[in-house]
């Protein structure tokens, strides 16, 4: 994981949903990991700058958080459909 988290474009999100994997990514490579409800608030807030302080320019994050919604509503189908 860490080599291609080295090699990714600076603007390429990195998303996990783990403490220690985030604490890894930083550590092992300098990125910040974001959490999914990290990337879904920014696709919720994006465009708009907080009072305390400008935004640092981001990707547009929104195809992101929409796919982890959709991942993650898959799962729970999955996980579901082998309860039933």
Same mark, same amino acid.
């Given at each position: &994981?860490?080599?291609?988290? $080295?090699? /990714?474009d600076p603007a390429t999100l990195?998303?996990?949903? !783990?403490?220690?994997? $985030?604490?890894?990514?930083?550590? !092992?490579? !300098? $990125?910040?990991a974001l959490h999914l409800a990290?990337?879904?608030?920014?696709?919720?807030?994006?465009?708009?700058?907080?009072?305390?302080?400008?935004?640092?320019?981001r990707p547009a994050i929104w195809?992101? /958080?929409? /796919? %982890?919604? &959709?991942? &993650? %509503? %898959?799962?729970?189908?999955? %996980? &579901?459909? $082998?309860?039933?």
């Open positions: &994981l860490l080599p291609a988290v $080295r090699a /990714a990195v998303v996990t949903d !783990g403490f220690s994997c $985030r604490e890894q990514i930083e550590q !092992g490579t !300098g $990125r910040e990290e990337v879904v608030q920014l696709a919720l807030h994006q465009g708009q700058v907080p009072s305390k302080a400008p935004a640092p320019p195809p992101w /958080a929409a /796919a %982890g919604v &959709l991942v &993650l %509503g %898959g799962i729970a189908a999955v %996980g &579901l459909r $082998r309860r039933a």
